[in-house]
């Protein structure tokens, strides 16, 4: 039997060495965040993933979310009652605004609380992450009297949210949004159209959920440009905050799912009488606008998904490998039965690559949720702005990479158990089939690396990943120096690998102008090479802390051999990967573009 633990040490060292904690603690509204207080929360978070969510992870998948012939939606037995608890506990408002009722804490902190319940209950976590991004939608956009409405319950997890984006016809390509909302003489909305793969579109945890809906309105300009946002909530709320009617929306079926079915994914219909009762957040027609920022967060949440995903694949592949007997390790003496298949060179690089790329991940994941606190928070103008800068460049990075590497990751953690991993009682495979998602939805794999090419580096001409280049040849720098034999070794890796990266990324700036086409072709390579440098570079810095602290005599000796370890494997067996990727974008992009439609 596996259970989920936390990687304490893990997080600990990557929030304080790698994303700067202590920095994040300074800035104004953070001074609770200090790294004693992280410390406490990051116990307790641990606590409540490892005794009530991980548990509950396997009924949810089994069982899954019904719909019943009354028209009501049920979760698996437990997880209405975790709910009810991870609220009460105040998980829910962590890092939700204080002026409504939350905690107000780093996005840093919430990144790796965020993984804990992803890697113990990813179909649970997608509740309090969809109300997360209504809150946001709400909390950036909306009038007061909106705010004062749904925040305060929304935060405290007394109601959830949703987001309403996609339709049968409108799914990468939200423009084609058919949705109508009519403006009414009391200046709210009437909303009607059918929504579909709606997230906790409707569920058993609460008695109210609060729908964000994108929507047209009858004279809106075609496009993205004529897409208006509305909070739509289930049962109408009064002036004095009670519940009034219920809306005209309603759950009209639920999807049968590859994975996360403890998850309720709806079609939803709304307006099949009149019309369900809506408020514009903000102005019309800027709905897209105020999604496209909100998104920022959204998409990292999905990265966070990839790592804590990862995260549990790889503890519940090693318990398990260091159980299974089979056969004689080569090379080593000890009797067989002394150790499992761990012992096996293959085994272990599985083992080894699974944790060095969610060690990765994380890294990423966490200095990205690091630089948006510099960036909403720091008093430096200057800072903010490049700070938001390398956030923004690494957000399709965190989303599309880190769910990309935990498709392989869990792949490994199915191998790693041999015939045990293709049956559902080992475990391993619901990682499989729950990962699957995490590269599809808020956006594909395809429109992340077209978002880092088009948006983050021909906008700027690379500017902003330059700049991240020039502080991974910084880190290179300080690896060659350093004197250590696996610190060379992975300067050599990291600067070939940077190199290939500069190289894509200044092809990329000069052809985009004159066959944009072209340069697409290779996005998915290129999110890959950037991704796979960027993880490595994260690494180094990681190898690099550790030999210090090792010299010093600071710290735990052997947590901080395996960063080394770790680091190393990564720049052997994954950055080694980077020059045959840069190839890939670079090379012409005949082959992609070559055939007609119709030769396919
Ligand atoms: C379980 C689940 C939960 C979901 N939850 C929600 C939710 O809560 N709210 C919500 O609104 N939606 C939700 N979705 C919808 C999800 O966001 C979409 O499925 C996703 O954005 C992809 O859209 P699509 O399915 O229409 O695929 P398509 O857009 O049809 O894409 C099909 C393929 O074409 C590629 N493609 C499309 N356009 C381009 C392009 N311009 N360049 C390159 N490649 C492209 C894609 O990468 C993909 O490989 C959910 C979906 C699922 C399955």
Excluded at 54 to 70: E, Q, T
Excluded at 78 to 90: D, I, N, P, Q, S
Excluded at 376 to 401: C, N, Q, T
Excluded at 440 to 447: K, L, V
Aim: proline share 3%.
């Amino acid at each position: 039997m596996s259970q989920y633990r936390a990687p304490l040490a893990e997080m600990h060292f990557v929030m304080t060495e790698l994303a700067g904690l202590d920095d994040i603690a300074q800035l104004p509204g953070f001074e609770d965040a200090t790294v004693d207080t992280v410390g406490a929360i990051l116990e307790e978070a641990d606590k409540f993933a490892t005794e009530v969510l991980d548990p509950l992870n396997r009924i949810g998948d089994r069982v899954g979310a019904r719909l019943g012939d009354d028209g009501r939606v049920t979760t698996p037995a437990g997880f209405r009652a975790a709910y009810r608890k991870f609220c009460e506990l105040g998980w829910n408002g962590l890092s939700k605004s204080a002026d409504f009722g939350g905690q107000g804490m780093p996005q840093l902190v919430a990144a790796a609380i965020d993984e804990m319940w992803n890697a113990s209950n990813m179909a649970f976590e997608l509740c309090p992450m969809l109300t997360g991004g209504a809150i946001e939608a709400i909390e950036l956009n909306g009038s007061e009297t909106l705010k004062r409405t749904y925040l305060p319950k929304m935060v405290s997890g007394e109601w959830t949210g949703t987001m309403n984006l996609t339709e049968p016809q409108a799914g990468s390509d939200l423009a084609a949004v058919r949705a109508k909302a009519i403006r009414q003489a009391d200046g709210s909305y009437r909303i009607s159209g059918n929504k579909i793969f709606i997230t906790y579109g409707d569920h058993d945890y609460t008695d109210n959920i609060i729908h964000l809906v994108l929507a047209r309105t009858p004279d809106a300009p075609p496009g993205t440009k004529g897409i208006s946002l509305f909070v739509v909530p289930k049962f109408v709320v009064n002036a004095d905050g009670s519940l009034g009617a219920h809306n005209d929306v309603r759950c009209v079926s639920l999807e049968h799912k590859l994975g996360i079915h403890a998850s309720p994914t709806a079609v939803l219909a709304f307006g099949d009488r009149d019309g369900a009762v809506g408020h514009v957040v903000g102005e019309e027609n800027r709905g897209l606008e105020y999604m496209f920022v909100m998104m920022n967060l959204a998409r990292f949440g999905v990265g966070m998904q990839g790592v804590g995903i990862a995260e549990r694949a790889y503890q519940r592949a090693r318990d398990y490998a260091r159980e299974r007997v089979q056969g004689r390790v080569v090379g080593v003496t000890r009797d067989v039965a002394a150790g499992g298949i761990i012992g096996h060179p293959d085994v272990r690089r599985m083992l080894m690559t699974m944790r060095a790329n969610t060690e990765a991940a994380r890294a990423l994941g966490y200095v990205t949720a690091a630089a948006l606190d510099r960036a909403h928070r720091h008093p430096d103008a200057d800072v903010r702005k490049r700070e938001l800068a390398f956030a923004e460049l690494m957000i399709p990075i965190v989303k599309g990479w880190n769910t990309e590497l935990a498709q392989q990751t869990t792949y490994l953690g199915v191998q790693v158990h041999g015939g045990m991993g293709f049956i559902e009682e080992s475990g391993a495979a619901q990682y499989v089939r729950d990962a699957r998602i995490t590269t599809i939805y808020e956006g594909t794999t395809g429109i992340q690396a077209n978002d880092l090419i088009g948006r983050k580096i021909a906008r700027d001409d690379g500017s902003a990943l330059l700049a991240a280049i020039e502080s991974m040849r910084s880190v290179g720098r300080r690896l060659a120096d350093a004197g250590s034999d696996d610190l060379t070794a992975i300067e050599v890796r990291l600067r070939a690998g940077v190199d290939a990266l500069e190289d894509a990324a200044r092809w990329i700036v000069a052809r985009w102008g004159e066959d944009a086409r072209a340069v697409l072709a290779g996005a998915g390579p290129f999110l890959d090479l950037a991704g796979t440098v960027c993880g490595g570079a994260q690494l180094g810095r990681a190898a690099l802390i550790a030999v210090d602290k090792l010299s010093a005599g600071d710290g735990d000796a052997s947590f901080l051999r395996t960063k080394i370890t770790t680091a190393r494997h990564f720049a052997d067996h994954c950055l080694t990967r980077a020059p045959g990727l840069r190839d890939a974008v670079v090379a012409d992009a005949a082959s992609v573009l070559a055939l007609a439609d119709e030769q396919f």
